[in-house]
């Protein structure tokens, strides 16, 4: 069966002192607790060695939120996946909006940067979302559409069910927006059908499916309570303890 995630999203934010803080904090207030999800966090590239020697790992994943679409070589300021998997990190954000829409990631890029995740056993958070403009036009369905045939659907069976996605609409996120919990339902629902589709009903009961913008402690539970959401991926309410615990604890 699927697992249930909640993942972090620090993005650029924290300082390696207050980033190894925050990661201690939370490992604290998760010691004594029995989880019903995964729990992850994905920090800056700098943090991950520390955020992984100041947590349990068999409770706390650690996520890059980027890696190069190259594998080594002369690409100045890029970190490979080889370079993320050998800090310890377990996961790594892919194709997150901000990359997408900033960065101009593209999709044939996305698709070597999960390549060459898998190939170094890193679990990729891929994420997928459209713009307001497109909801607006009906034109949301399409968009996650491409965006997943377009990077994911030349892997094997067998790497499809190593990834996680992530449905974010680019609305909701840091918006305070939320999805509803039908919107989201519903999209979830039409993205597994896809998998269903291609890969088959078993392997796409296996992948997780995320919601990620502007869930919160107060939101948490509705959007996880539906039967394609399972889980979130977190920005904002995942900078202090106080508000991501209690979305750990929607679960
Ligand atoms: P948010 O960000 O929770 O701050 O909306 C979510 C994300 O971008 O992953």
Same mark, same amino acid.
């Given at each position: ?57 068999? $409770? ?8 190069? #679409? ?6 100045? &300021? /890029? @970190?490979?996946? !080889? ?27 996305? $698709?070597e940067k999960v390549k060459l995740a898998?190939?170094? #056993? ?6 997928? &979302? /459209? @713009?307001?403009? !497109? ?10 559409q491409s965006q997943i045939e377009e ?19 680019v609305w909701a996120i840091g918006t ?9 339902? !519903? ?65």
């Open positions: 069966m699927r697992k249930n995630i909640v993942a972090g999203n620090w993005k650029m934010n924290k300082n390696l002192q207050e980033g190894i803080e925050l990661a201690k904090e939370l490992n604290e207030a998760l010691k004594e607790k029995t989880l019903k999800c995964e729990v992850v966090i994905g920090t800056p590239f700098i943090h991950l060695e520390s955020v992984v020697k100041s947590v349990d790992t068999t $409770k706390i994943g650690v996520a890059a939120q980027n890696c190069a #679409d190259k594998k080594s070589g002369a690409y100045t &300021g /890029e @970190v490979s996946a !080889e370079m993320v998997a050998s800090t310890g990190a377990k996961y790594v954000i892919l194709g997150h909006s901000e990359r997408r829409a900033y960065y101009h990631e593209t999709a044939e890029m996305l $698709k898998l190939e170094n #056993d890193l679990t990729p958070i891929f994420c997928i &979302g /459209e @713009v307001l403009e !497109e909801r607006e036009a009906n034109k949301h369905f399409d968009v996650i990077s994911l659907f030349e892997l094997s069976a067998e790497d499809c069910t190593k990834i996680v996605l992530a449905y974010e609409p305070g927006k939320t999805a509803t919990a039908a919107q989201a339902q !519903e999209m979830h629902a039409f993205i597994r059908k896809l998998l269903v589709e291609k890969y088959g009903l078993e392997i796409a009961e296996n992948i997780s499916i995320l919601y990620g913008g502007s869930c919160n402690a107060g939101n948490a539970k509705e959007l996880f309570s539906n039967p394609d959401v399972d889980g979130g991926l977190i920005g904002g309410a995942s900078l202090g303890v106080d508000k991501f615990m209690p979305i750990i604890e929607a679960f």
